[in-house]
């Protein structure tokens, strides 16, 4: 019952963390999609370096030695309590990000994700069956997740709840020390024992591809559900939810990991998936949730229950989860870190799952399931083959269609830029247009309507009616959170001054490369790189009016859309001051919210 209650408590504090610090840092970093991501990669990297240490433990050090060594780090944890979310500058927000995660939360995240292979390696060591405890630490980990969005953060603020884990962070540390010291006089004669030999390498690559492709699903379907609708909570932890159910159904029975089940609904999954992403518009709020994260469910279901089918002995129990855990960091991290650096578009959910139905057929082919004798039709081997060729070629045509007319494309933290010209036989042409991956941030045409206000910005438009209401005041100070293209510029008058608050500097580059708004004229336009709110509090002085249009894609920026946003752009305003808010999204009504 103590190794339960360690491993529950420590999986439940360690999956409480990751929103919880997401939630603090997502205002400080812009508020995207992109902070969640490398959120994510950075816990799968501590649960690599928590099994690391627990393997190094269990293997390299006597029991005493270990004992003590893991004593030190859980002291060192203790000693960073209360945890924070401070705010560096880095070289890239990438970098800032994960620096101030290392800082805030490192060492508690380090000490917590040790818990589960080391009371597993000491119950298997003492001849207990080591199996039960994972489940164990999965059913913590899902019910932090589904008690956050529902339970913790509408009943507890920020503060509270950074207070009530660092109490709950003293007792995991207490149930782990109880246990450790129940048994560690069974542990001496165990670990002498002979393990037997290694697992084959092409096993350990095995079990490495399986967690580095689904690893790199979750974080590329999380991404995709944050940018094109909101980076909150909820949509955080859906899939990381989804991800950890496919780990306990897959290590609860063989049963539930049935090939005949699973490879179906992974290739149905895969053909709403392509819909959901080639239908643009016409894809609901619901139906894109149901597609993503249902295709990510059967996804991980396939690819976890190879793992299972894969797993090594008892007594190789940490060299498994520390091959599983590196495959986690690393698939997580080429999709949040590398591919943002070193890909100019998005190609990761794709690749991800084309590469997952690779898998499944290298699955079928260790087992040899396509064998009559062994009772596996043969018709699921042809279905993952026919899938993966088909899907293919609709994701290479779906490419070149958002690729074509495109003059340029950039990719940052932020996500990916595009300028799309739109020639004269085009009925919405000749024209230029910035596209953040799906939706249009601006556009601007060619012809003799070159500078002028056009699309939501237009005349009639609810900007445009209230810079005509107030075109003959004095010369006035304007703020807008969000660039685009610029356009706001042409409202303006001389004597104005205009501050754009841009965070991702490619928007700039893109603006004055390809439009014509930020061309210097007799208004005073300045684009300070800074996130909105943050940027908006340093100002000197107050605002006439203050547009908040910081969109990322098609995602509602949340953190610009609290209480405490709006009293900061309050405190901004001079006494007749406006405060105007772009409310138009593709499938919510932010409306009552800003009302």
Not at 121 to 138: D, H, I, T
Not at 332 to 358: H, K
Not at 429 to 449: K, N, Q, S, V, W
């Amino acid at each position: 019952m103590r190794a339960a209650l360690a491993v529950f408590s420590g999986a439940f504090l360690l999956f409480w963390l990751q929103p919880l610090i997401g939630r603090l840092l997502l205002p400080r970093y812009g508020g995207g999609s992109a902070v969640w991501a490398v959120t994510l990669v950075f816990f799968q990297t501590a649960l690599l370096l928590g099994y690391a240490w627990a393997h190094l433990i269990v293997l390299r050090l006597s029991p005493r030695a270990g004992r003590l060594a893991h004593g030190v780090l859980a002291l060192g944890a203790l000693a960073a309590l209360p945890i924070t979310a401070p705010a560096f500058t880095a070289s890239s927000p990438a970098a800032g990000l994960l620096l101030a995660l290392v800082v805030g939360v490192g060492l508690p995240a380090a000490v917590l994700a040790t818990t589960a292979p080391l009371v597993q390696a000491w119950v298997a060591q003492a001849g207990g069956s080591p199996w039960r405890l994972y489940a164990w630490s999965n059913a913590g980990s899902l019910l932090a997740l589904v008690a956050y969005p529902f339970v913790l953060e509408p009943a507890l603020g920020a503060t509270r709840q950074a207070t009530l884990w660092s109490i709950g962070f003293v007792v995991a540390v207490a149930a782990l020390a109880a246990v450790g010291a129940q048994g560690w006089g069974g542990l001496h004669a165990a670990t002498r024992e002979d393990p037997g030999p290694a697992p084959p390498r092409l096993d350990r690559l095995y079990w490495f591809g399986l967690t580095a492709c689904s690893s790199a699903l979750l974080v590329a379907t999380t991404d995709q559900l944050t940018e094109d609708l909101a980076a909150t909570p909820f949509l955080w932890i859906l899939p990381l939810a989804l991800f950890l159910l496919s780990y306990i159904f897959a290590f609860g029975s063989p049963r539930w990991t049935r090939r005949a089940v699973w490879l179906p609904l992974f290739g149905a999954g895969l053909v709403a998936q392509w819909w959901a992403l080639s239908s643009g518009f016409r894809a609901s709020i619901l139906v894109q949730i149901v597609a993503h994260a249902g295709t990510l469910f059967a996804a991980c279901m396939v690819l976890h229950g190879e793992l299972v089918r894969a797993r090594p002995a008892p007594a190789r129990l940490t060299g498994f989860y520390l091959t599983t855990a590196l495959g986690g960091a690393v698939g997580g991290a080429l999709v949040s870190l590398v591919a943002p650096a070193v890909l100019p578009i998005r190609v990761e959910l794709p690749a991800a799952l084309l590469l997952a139905g690779g898998l499944a057929l290298v699955g079928l082919r260790r087992s040899r399931a396509v064998d009559p004798l062994r009772g596996e039709p043969a018709w699921i081997w042809a279905l993952p083959v026919g899938v993966l060729l088909g899907l293919g070629g609709l994701y290479a045509r779906e490419f070149a269609h958002d690729h074509r007319d495109v003059m340029e494309s950039l990719r940052s933290f932020y996500g990916v830029l595009r300028v799309r010209e739109l020639d004269a036989d085009d009925p919405r042409g000749p024209a230029r247009r910035l596209l953040h991956g799906r939706i249009m941030h601006g556009m601007e045409f060619t012809d003799a309507r070159r500078g002028k206000p056009n699309s939501y910005y237009g005349p009639r438009s609810g900007v445009g009616l209230l810079f005509a209401l107030r075109h003959d005041e004095p010369p006035r100070r304007v703020a807008a959170l969000g660039l685009g293209v610029g356009t706001l510029s042409a409202f303006q008058r001389c004597g104005d001054r205009l501050d754009f608050f841009e965070i991702d500097p490619l928007v700039e580059v893109l603006a004055r490369r390809y439009f014509s708004y930020l061309d210097p004229g007799c208004t005073d336009v300045r684009v300070i790189i800074a996130d909105g709110r943050l940027g908006l509090a340093a100002a000197q002085e107050p605002y006439a009016i203050i547009l908040l249009d910081a969109f990322s894609g098609d995602a509602v920026p949340t953190h610009l859309l609290t209480r405490e946003a709006i009293a900061s752009a309050l405190d901004h305003l001079t006494g007749d001051g406006v405060i105007a808010v772009n409310v138009s999204n593709r499938h919510l009504d932010l409306r009552p919210v800003v009302r």
